[in-house]
């Protein structure tokens, strides 16, 4: 069956499979950044915004998203600037093996959106969706509360 | 992964091709809202999906009655709706704050979340609690306590359930909800919530569920009946709470033993009366 | 190597990863990330018995199916045994591995494989391959394979390195300095502790992938998440008989290792398909495959006895160690050893020492690397047998530290006696930070304050606890790690490093110092790292290696080049070359006159006396200076329900000079993240019949966000004078400190000892009650 989607602003026309997940048609789309790292919703490494919101693109089935919008990590930057959740994750270290990272950016603008002055608490509660093995999620809390700084500068 | 059993996905453009698509397919149709459930996994001999996200199905409404949430309403939305925020002194929203993960809320419908009878499932044990009712609609629309929907698999056969309603919570009423997991973003090893309504500082309703057990949620009549009549007090919290443990039927599993999950009842049904205990004292002022 | 302290300028900073830009936009830059026409899929049937032997394999009807190009069993591939154990050469692990057994050893182990045009098309012809099998009798516990009538695992006569396979003991180690019966005999307290540590797994978010392709010129590629490329070399060329050189083994980014990707795992079964049909082979673990059949932590049983004067100096100690390897033995002999050679050192005082043990053979999944690598299992016992002292003597846990723990100056006899599955290396400790350490972290913590005073806060009950740990940088004599640096004529530089950056941030730290000696900013140095074909040699990214040993590489070629570049400086300004000085990215002599390295390299690459400016340089590490950690927690346990929280963590390492302080934070934080999931919320758990009952995260509970700690790392100041730039390796310590330390809160807070990990609520809840009655 073929589908219609836009992503990252671009729209594409695609044959698919009524079985296929979301996470399966954005790679084979060219989209690496979203990851594969369970197929079962539990690590939050395929997260993509759906339509404003930030779902696990592997429980998603891709007929679905017929008609939709959808980002990727891929999309965050603008005109060779990156998103402030970008910088924000370089600058305070977020960064180490990277696998999750695309995940976890979409799930930290998923929640900057909706509420641009989250506690600590708020915070990972935003992010508990995300599984990381590397940083301890230390620096991505803390990368969090800078990108809400950004933005909200920006926004002002 | 392709699933290539899958032939066909719908998405109908009302609930009468809906209902006519689900009774066409009989056993090889299943009707889904986020459809987590049937990607995670798809049984042998299902073939076509029949969508439902795309009807006027989320609405969320406050009335005089109540509250009424359409089926395809997604958890994040239903956690967000303001008229659900002030619901009993926001007990959904603590409740739905540690379902899962803000990812899977925002795909979870709330009717997907209803009819899939997981037996860890945070929110049956609470909306069979709160006493919330559900419009199923088949050949004919009928409303039913949601307890009957668990009653037998065979209740939601060729049907489709489209509302949620709660009821509007008489004076002197509170709910609350505890549940006890490994970590975080984990489902529970046992879970509670309860419901009382105090009149002249006696308890005239009471609901006590337990979920998890590792069975699906259900009431603890001994413990709702033996606080009947009688006030409020810590003696009667514990002793409630005693007969749940007694009287509930728990069991092992890979993640907690029969025994330690009898403790938990203990202390999660405890606490939970104890809150509403604290919330009603907290109203009256 | 400048022995002494002084100011960097590219050292020591936080500066951002050299690959964080591409990884924050999404770059596709993991193995999995590119796509090559006709790449065949690979998957793998697994064994659903834990022991028996494959009497037929029947493949025709997956061989039939429309898409299939392939089906691999033992009857069309090498029979050759090999070590999956990424080790230096000759491996320390015995070679009983083939790329399919005609005997199964494991529920998950390799039976057959399909390469198939798509995955789907794969997997239906798994369903479609016959297997007859005659199941035997399995060992199923440590017990079971220490029992003189147990079933053989390893009963093939053409697997070298096994110490007794008739007996399942794969390695058996017995070391000693001193007397300890002896010493037990004079001691004034005697304490001794048993602990239990659990099947555990790494879970990178990755899983492992492989990509392999010929190239144009034929040759062999493995584009793989690999924590050693050149073992992974090595080793394939043995595997599949073809020549070192006919091999070319990249790794790109790659998404976490901690030990479960220093293994050839699948590169040696994607070569050999694409070898066999000449087209590229995906292969990739799903997450289930990950639990069952990668690698796990070698669950251990660890007896340690203390022996001590009145006044708390340690004079006897005995640690024995009992190691499940699994069903094959990679890194068996090595990580038992270390579960001695990383821990008594630390306890110097003590001049009787006897270290012994066995590592076994199981019909169970196979452990491998986990980062600790057996000291993680062997400092539990020990630092709670130390506290029980402490006890018993009446004295500060941390008093007791103080009074035995290794100093600098000082030295041990097991570094000398216990290396990696051979004798070790004598050498002094030149820098120790610990009891500064110690005084911060108790300090952070409240300690004085808190201990002993069990706070109540409704059904919660408070409590702090302490460990003191060391590790290693590198394997002394053993590891090698090399470096070229070649120059640009814009003054940039390319370094070529054969060191692996698993996402630890290596590619920077070694860049960083590179920079520091050439006079750079970090930008106008380019990182090249783990391709065979490419960059020079090195053992990989394991034993806390990388900075110290790789480091070191670097900084030695990166003086060579500097000296290059005066000479040809000093020719420009005509003068000597002593007294020129190379800073920021010029050559200045005392009288100020100055060239920029552009000018320098323009000269040398075009205008007179052209000769590429470049070098390269090796290191063999002579000791291993340990990097020294004191761990400290306060801990609540609800004694309703058993479940513990952890209102503060602190804990303060002295590794050396720390090139980058913010990663080097980010590192320990990470690894003590993954301590503390070791000790409270993870386990593998096994069915009766040898079956992993929960293979997804869903039921194998790692920390998220939400269970986190408040937790404080303190780089203490500290200076390595025989590591580059001061530095010594960091974080593998620190995933070691969170069982002991909980452990000691614990018993801090409700006076229960707990010798079984994970401490699960329901665990201490029965504790808890045990103690009541």
């Given amino acids: ?156 | 992964m392709i699933r290539t059993q899958l032939k066909t996905y719908h998405c109908p453009d009302d609930l009468k091709e809906a209902l006519t698509l689900l009774q066409q397919g009989g056993k090889t149709a299943r009707v889904i809202g986020g459809g987590i459930d049937l990607a995670l996994h798809l049984p042998p001999d299902v073939t076509a999906l029949i969508d439902l996200s795309r009807l006027p199905l989320s609405s969320i409404e406050a009335s005089s009655d109540g509250i009424t949430i359409g089926a395809t309403a997604t958890m994040t939305e239903v956690l967000e709706h303001p008229a659900i925020a002030s619901y009993l002194n926001g007990v959904i929203v603590t409740t739905l704050l540690q379902v899962a993960s803000p990812l899977l809320r925002n795909l979870a419908t709330i009717g997907g979340t209803l009819v899939s009878t997981h037996p860890w499932s945070d929110v049956i044990p609470l909306f069979l609690a709160l006493g919330a009712e559900v419009t199923l609609v088949g050949e004919m629309s009928e409303r039913i306590p949601l307890s009957d929907l668990y009653d037998s698999r065979e209740r939601l056969k060729g049907k489709i359930l489209t509302v949620v309603h709660l009821p509007k919570p008489a004076a002197g009423t509170a709910a609350a909800f505890r549940q006890f997991s490994r970590t975080g973003f984990d489902v529970a090893l046992l879970n509670c919530a309860c419901f009382v309504r105090v009149e002249n500082g006696r308890c005239i309703e009471t609901r006590i569920i337990v979920g998890g057990t590792p069975r699906l949620a259900s009431s603890l009549p001994k413990a709702e009946e033996s606080l009947i009549g009688a006030a409020l007090t810590e003696e009667a919290i514990e002793r409630t709470a005693r007969i749940a443990q007694e009287s509930s039927s728990v069991g092992d599993d890979r993640r907690a033993s029969a025994g330690y999950r009898r403790e938990l009842v203990y202390v999660g049904v405890k606490r939970s009366l104890s809150e509403i205990k604290d919330q009603l004292e907290e109203a009256k002022r | 190597m400048n022995g002494q302290k002084r100011t960097f300028h590219t050292v020591g900073k936080s500066l951002q990863k050299v690959d964080g830009l591409s990884l924050v936009t999404g770059k596709p830059m993991f193995v999995n990330d590119i796509d090559l026409p006709g790449t065949l899929h690979v998957k793998i049937l697994r064994s659903p018995h834990a022991h028996a032997q494959i009497l037929a394999i029947d493949s025709s009807k997956a061989e039939a199916l429309p898409g299939v190009i392939l089906v691999l069993t033992h009857e069309n591939t090498p029979t050759t045994r090999y070590t999956t154990a990424g080790q230096g050469y000759p491996e320390p692990s015995p070679y009983d591995s083939r790329i399919f057994d005609t005997k199964v050893r494991f529920i998950g182990d390799r039976v057959a494989a399909v390469a198939a045009e798509t995955e789907d098309i794969a997997l239906e012809a798994l369903k479609l391959i016959e297997v007859q099998y005659e199941e035997l009798p399995a060992v199923l516990s440590l017990d079971e394979a220490l029992s003189s009538d147990a079933p053989v695992i390893h009963d093939e006569e053409d697997s070298p390195g096994i110490y007794d396979a008739a007996q399942n003991i794969v390695a058996d180690v017995d070391i000693d300095a001193g007397d300890v019966t002896r010493g037990f005999a004079e001691s004034e307290i005697v304490v001794e502790t048993t602990c239990e540590t659990q099947y555990a797994q790494h879970t990178p978010i990755e899983p492992h992938v492989v990509l392999s392709y010929l190239d144009v010129d034929g040759r062999l590629v493995l584009r793989t998440s690999t924590q050693v490329p050149f073992h992974v070399r090595r080793i394939v060329a043995y595997a599949l008989h073809i020549p070192v050189h006919r091999i070319h083994v990249i790794k790109p980014r790659i998404g976490g290792g901690f030990g479960t990707k220093q293994e050839v795992l699948l590169e040696d079964l994607a070569g050999f398909v694409t070898l066999r049909t000449g087209r590229p082979a995906l292969i990739e673990l799903t997450r289930q495959e990950e639990f069952i059949s990668s690698r796990t932590r070698h669950p251990m049983r660890v007896r340690v006895k203390l022996g001590a004067k009145k006044d708390g100096t340690l004079h006897a100690i005995e640690m024995e160690g009992l190691s499940n390897t699994g069903a094959y033995g990679s890194h068996g002999l090595t990580v038992l050893s270390n579960t001695g050679s990383k821990t008594l050192p630390l306890y110097n005082k003590a001049p009787n020492v006897h270290f012994f043990g066995k590592a076994v053979y199981t019909n169970l999944p196979v452990a491998g690397a986990y980062r600790g690598y057996g000291a993680t299992q062997g400092y539990f016992p020990l630092e709670t047998a130390m506290d029980e002292l402490a006890e018993r003597l009446n004295l500060d846990p941390i008093e007791l530290r103080r009074r035995n723990h290794i100093r600098s100056g000082e030295t041990s006899p097991i570094f000398e006696k216990l290396g990696e599955g051979r004798e070790g290396v004598a050498f002094t400790i030149k820098s120790c930070e610990l009891p500064r350490c110690i005084e911060i972290g108790a300090e952070r913590i409240d300690w004085a304050k808190k201990r002993g005073k069990r706070i109540r806060e409704g059904s919660w009950v408070h409590g702090i606890g302490m460990s003191i740990h060391m590790q290693g940088s590198g394997i002394p004599q053993i590891d090698m790690g090399a470096a070229t640096i070649k120059m640009n004529e814009d003054g940039s530089f390319n370094l070529l490093i054969g060191a692996t950056d698993l996402g630890t941030g290596s590619d920077t730290i070694l860049g960083q110092i590179a920079a520091e000696v050439l006079g750079v900013p970090l930008e106008k140095v380019i990182v090249t790292s783990s391709d065979t074909d490419i960059t020079p040699f090195d053992v990989g990214a394991y034993a806390s290696s990388t900075t110290y040993v790789s480091g070191t590489a670097v900084e030695r070629a990166a003086e060579k080049v500097r000296e290059q570049i005066i000479e040809v400086a000093a020719a420009m300004l005509e003068t000597e070359p002593e007294g020129l000085m190379v800073a920021d990215e010029r050559v200045t002599a005392h009288d100020g006159r100055s060239v920029t390295l552009t000018e320098v390299c323009q000269r040398a690459m075009y205008m007179t006396d052209q000769f590429q400016i470049a070098a390269t340089a090796s290191c063999v590490p002579q000791e291993s200076p340990p990097p020294f950690m004191a761990s400290f927690a306060e801990v609540a346990v609800d004694t309703e329900t058993g479940f513990i929280k952890i209102p503060k963590y602190v804990v303060a390492i002295d590794c050396g000079t720390a090139i980058n302080p913010k990663m080097a934070q980010g590192q320990m934080e990470g690894s003590i993240a993954n301590g503390i999931g070791y000790a409270l919320t993870e386990e593998m758990l096994l069915s009766s019949k040898g079956r992993v009952r929960n293979p997804t995260l869903f039921d194998y509970k790692i920390l998220g966000s939400l269970d986190m700690p408040p937790l404080e790392v303190i780089l203490v100041d500290s200076y390595e004078p025989t590591g580059p730039m001061g530095a010594k390796s960091v974080a593998e310590i620190g995933i070691n400190a969170p069982i002991p330390t909980i452990a000691n809160a614990i018993y801090d807070a409700v006076g229960i000892r707990l010798k079984k990990t994970p401490f699960t609520p329901e665990r201490i809840l029965a504790a808890l009650h045990e103690q009541r009655t």
């Fill in chain 1, 1 to 156: 069956m073929k589908i219609t989607l836009t992503v990252n602003e671009i729209r594409h026309e695609i044959e698919i499979d009524p079985g296929e997940t979301l996470l399966d048609l954005l790679r084979r789309t060219g989209y690496k950044s979203v990851k594969k790292g369970c197929g079962s919703g539990d690590c939050g490494a395929c997260a993509v915004l759906l339509d404003g919101r930030a779902v696990n693109s592997c429980l998603v089935f891709a007929a679905k998203a017929d008609g939709s919008t959808i980002i990727t990590a891929e999309g965050l930057e603008k005109d060779g600037d990156l998103h402030p959740i970008q910088e924000a994750f370089l600058e305070e270290g977020a960064v180490q093996c990277g696998y999750c990272t695309p995940g976890m950016e979409i799930a930290t603008l998923d929640l900057l959106t909706h509420n641009p002055n989250p506690s600590e608490e708020e915070i990972k509660e935003g992010l508990s969706g995300n599984l990381c093995r590397c940083t301890g999620y230390v620096k991505q809390i803390e990368a969090v509360k800078a990108a809400a700084k950004k933005m909200n500068k920006g926004a002002s």
